[in-house]
């Protein structure tokens, strides 16, 4: 359905010949071209003035505006010239330009390096960054990232972490760390990425080569403070250490840049179990840094047995009904700070996942092992069968619940009876479903704010997920096959993090609370439509301006200042 719409803007009004259809059901826009005011209008129609374009071009412009004003406003780009100095001879930009475009194309709409120029070009990026296409052919990407040192990259991340804390005030007392892993495509007998190998992967790839990334983003916001390359197939528990000798440093520099008290003690560093060793807790206490953990629930018999009438509700109306109870006991080689919780929601999770998913693909494959062994087909001796019976049950809660009995001597007599048992099943519930056993070095906390600062680790996991998101700020496409290309790469990809959660805390400030992807989405939307006017002769007359936008991108436009890279009409 086509219509005509105006829209005022000041005191002149604007019109659009706009097509419309049902998207889901919903009535919605699909495109839109502008026609012109009214003057304009009236004079195309007596045949004088510009009259009507003789063609359009439309633009992405918000998202791209937006990335770019924020790493202005930083000087990311200046940072990295600073540190790595003049660009190589015959690079058209500067080595800090390059890197800033590769994470604002992380952000914004991740490509190849190949692609990069063509997806510029359908932006308009190169009107307000005075940057043309063809400075943008990816071996110049190339060689500006092999203009970077690996000592001068934690140099530059070091420095623009203190310039995020001095812009954005951002609090970096408390701080989440996590560890996990992205799968690549390099090939086996590439001997130039050690960093990227075969390990346990976080993606379900473990047939494919992986890198292994920590990360220590701030509770106020999720924004990363520091980060870790590392070979996939090292465990996450040996690169702690490293990720808190990182981190203390970082903090203490980030602090003295801003001119804040930074003291190791006065920050608290968020972790969940994956990172427990005996040695880790000792370079904990070495490091003086106050700290939130875990232990697993099923580890503490002692506590996970209390009857229910220890626990006391911790804060009903920031928790609702979350339980606890607050006591001392052995951790990891000392006495330290132990808090049982017990969450009726987690427990109903658990309980659902557990019996909808663990047990029911337990009792499948051991019915469809039952059937085939009541056909007498199987060739396999007892001894045999038995192992993949206890493969199948080897999680330790199907274990617990699963009662099964393999009869018959000779292969062709086996026959599998199994069935689950009831009282087993009721026990394994009330021991361990909904607890969360906390560890903290902060012994005069309340329990609240324990719980509080441990439950900001989900920080650190959502930026992963994140960045294992394929449509904004994600890690792949990596087409990067060189050790210190890949660890350029992650600079980039950190960046671009970084960015993405300072503008969602920004939007979240002025009342706008959004997902990195609902935030980038909606700016998307902010286009600029491109008249062309084909004159006698010399080249076409252009005239710019942005689409019609809803309120929520008008908002979103004052808050990132988008007015300044608006076209000038």
């Given at each position: 359905m086509?219509s005509?719409?105006?829209k005022?803007?000041?005191?002149?009004?604007?019109?659009?010949?706009?097509e419309s259809?049902r998207v889901?059901?919903k009535?919605r826009i699909v495109?839109q071209?502008?026609?012109?005011t009214?003057?304009e209008?009236?004079?195309?129609?007596r045949?004088g003035?510009?009259?009507?374009?003789?063609?359009?071009?439309?633009?992405?412009?918000?998202?791209a505006a937006?990335?770019?004003?924020?790493?202005?406003?930083?000087?990311?780009?200046?940072?990295?010239?600073?540190v790595?100095?003049?660009?190589?001879a015959?690079q058209?930009?500067?080595?800090g330009?390059?890197?800033?475009?590769?994470a604002?194309?992380?952000?914004?709409?991740p490509?190849?390096?190949?692609?990069?120029?063509?997806w510029?070009?359908t932006?308009?990026?190169d009107?307000?960054?005075?940057?043309p296409a063809?400075a943008?052919?990816?071996r110049?990407?190339?060689?500006?990232?092999?203009?970077?040192?690996?000592e001068?990259?934690?140099?530059?991340?070091?420095?623009?972490?203190?310039?995020?804390?001095?812009?954005?005030?951002?609090d970096v007392?408390?701080?989440?760390?996590?560890?996990t892993?992205?799968a690549?495509?390099?090939?086996?007998?590439n001997?130039?990425?050690?960093?990227?190998?075969r390990?346990?992967?976080?993606?379900?790839?473990s047939?494919?080569?992986?890198?292994?990334?920590?990360?220590?983003?701030?509770?106020?916001?999720?924004?990363p403070?520091?980060?870790?390359?590392?070979p996939?197939?090292?465990?996450d528990v040996t690169?702690f250490?490293?990720?808190?000798?990182q981190?203390?440093t970082?903090?203490?520099?980030?602090?003295a840049a801003?001119?804040l008290?930074?003291e190791?003690?006065?920050?608290t560093?968020?972790f969940d179990a994956g990172q427990?060793s005996e040695a880790?807790f000792?370079?904990?206490?070495?490091?003086?840094?106050?700290?939130?953990?875990s232990v697993?629930?099923?580890?503490?018999?002692?506590?996970?047995?209390l009857?229910?009438?220890?626990?006391?509700?911790v804060?009903q109306?920031?928790?609702?009904?979350l339980?606890?109870?607050?006591?001392?006991?052995?951790?990891?080689?000392?006495?330290?700070?132990?808090i049982?919780?017990?969450?009726?929601?987690l427990?109903e999770?658990?309980?659902?996942?557990?019996?909808?998913?663990?047990?029911?693909?337990?009792g499948?494959?051991?019915d469809?092992l039952?059937?085939?062994?009541?056909?007498?087909?199987?060739?396999r001796?007892?001894?045999?069968v038995t192992?993949?019976?206890e493969?199948?049950?080897?999680?330790?809660w199907?274990?617990?619940?699963?009662?099964w009995?393999l009869a018959?001597?000779q292969?062709?007599?086996?026959?599998?009876?199994?069935?689950?048992?009831a009282?087993?099943?009721?026990d394994?519930e009330e021991?361990?479903?909904g607890?969360?056993v906390?560890?903290?070095?902060?012994?005069?906390?309340?329990?609240a704010?324990?719980?509080?600062?441990y439950r900001?680790?989900?920080?650190?996991?959502?930026?992963?997920?994140?960045?294992k998101?394929?449509?904004?700020?994600?890690f792949?496409?990596m087409?990067?096959?060189t050790?210190?290309?890949?660890?350029v790469?992650?600079?980039?990809?950190?960046?671009?993090l970084?960015?993405?959660h300072?503008m969602r805390r920004?939007?979240?400030?002025?009342?706008l609370r959004m997902?990195?992807r609902?935030?980038l989405?909606?700016?998307?939307?902010?286009g600029?439509?491109?008249?062309?006017?084909?004159?006698d002769?010399?080249r076409?007359?252009?005239?710019?301006?942005?689409?019609?936008t809803s309120?929520?991108?008008d908002k979103?436009?004052?808050?990132?200042?988008l007015a300044?890279?608006?076209?000038?009409?």
């Amino acid at each position: 359905m086509s219509s005509i719409v105006g829209k005022k803007r000041g005191t002149a009004t604007y019109y659009y010949l706009v097509e419309s259809a049902r998207v889901d059901g919903k009535p919605r826009i699909v495109s839109q071209e502008y026609l012109g005011t009214a003057d304009e209008l009236a004079t195309a129609m007596r045949g004088g003035g510009l009259g009507l374009p003789d063609k359009t071009r439309h633009k992405e412009f918000g998202a791209a505006a937006a990335a770019w004003g924020l790493l202005e406003d930083l000087g990311v780009a200046g940072v990295i010239d600073e540190v790595a100095g003049p660009a190589p001879a015959g690079q058209p930009l500067s080595t800090g330009t390059y890197l800033v475009l590769a994470a604002l194309n992380r952000l914004v709409a991740p490509c190849s390096k190949a692609a990069f120029a063509d997806w510029w070009k359908t932006t308009a990026a190169d009107r307000f960054t005075k940057i043309p296409a063809a400075a943008l052919d990816h071996r110049r990407f190339w060689d500006a990232m092999h203009a970077v040192t690996l000592e001068q990259l934690e140099e530059i991340s070091g420095t623009i972490a203190a310039r995020i804390v001095q812009v954005s005030g951002v609090d970096v007392s408390s701080v989440a760390l996590d560890m996990t892993n992205f799968a690549t495509f390099i090939d086996t007998a590439n001997g130039r990425a050690p960093v990227a190998q075969r390990g346990k992967g976080k993606q379900k790839r473990s047939d494919l080569r992986l890198v292994g990334l920590g990360l220590v983003v701030t509770r106020d916001g999720g924004i990363p403070l520091t980060w870790h390359a590392y070979p996939g197939n090292k465990p996450d528990v040996t690169q702690f250490p490293d990720m808190i000798t990182q981190l203390t440093t970082r903090y203490q520099a980030v602090c003295a840049a801003a001119g804040l008290p930074g003291e190791a003690g006065d920050m608290t560093v968020v972790f969940d179990a994956g990172q427990n060793s005996e040695a880790n807790f000792a370079h904990l206490a070495a490091s003086r840094l106050h700290w939130i953990g875990s232990v697993p629930a099923s580890d503490c018999p002692d506590l996970t047995g209390l009857p229910a009438d220890v626990r006391t509700t911790v804060d009903q109306d920031r928790f609702g009904g979350l339980t606890a109870y607050d006591t001392r006991r052995t951790v990891y080689g000392a006495q330290r700070r132990a808090i049982l919780t017990h969450s009726p929601e987690l427990r109903e999770s658990q309980a659902r996942g557990f019996d909808g998913t663990t047990l029911a693909k337990a009792g499948k494959k051991l019915d469809e092992l039952a059937a085939t062994l009541a056909r007498g087909k199987t060739r396999r001796g007892k001894d045999k069968v038995t192992a993949e019976i206890e493969a199948i049950t080897a999680k330790p809660w199907v274990r617990r619940v699963i009662r099964w009995d393999l009869a018959g001597g000779q292969p062709r007599d086996l026959r599998l009876t199994w069935r689950i048992n009831a009282q087993a099943r009721q026990d394994l519930e009330e021991e361990i479903f909904g607890k969360h056993v906390l560890t903290t070095s902060h012994d005069d906390w309340p329990v609240a704010e324990v719980v509080a600062g441990y439950r900001s680790q989900s920080e650190a996991e959502f930026s992963f997920r994140q960045m294992k998101d394929t449509h904004v700020v994600s890690f792949s496409p990596m087409h990067h096959w060189t050790d210190h290309n890949i660890r350029v790469h992650v600079f980039t990809c950190v960046l671009a993090l970084q960015l993405a959660h300072l503008m969602r805390r920004q939007a979240a400030e002025s009342g706008l609370r959004m997902s990195v992807r609902e935030l980038l989405r909606e700016l998307s939307g902010i286009g600029e439509t491109v008249l062309l006017y084909h004159g006698d002769r010399g080249r076409p007359r252009a005239h710019r301006m942005l689409t019609e936008t809803s309120w929520v991108q008008d908002k979103l436009a004052g808050i990132f200042g988008l007015a300044r890279y608006a076209p000038k009409r």
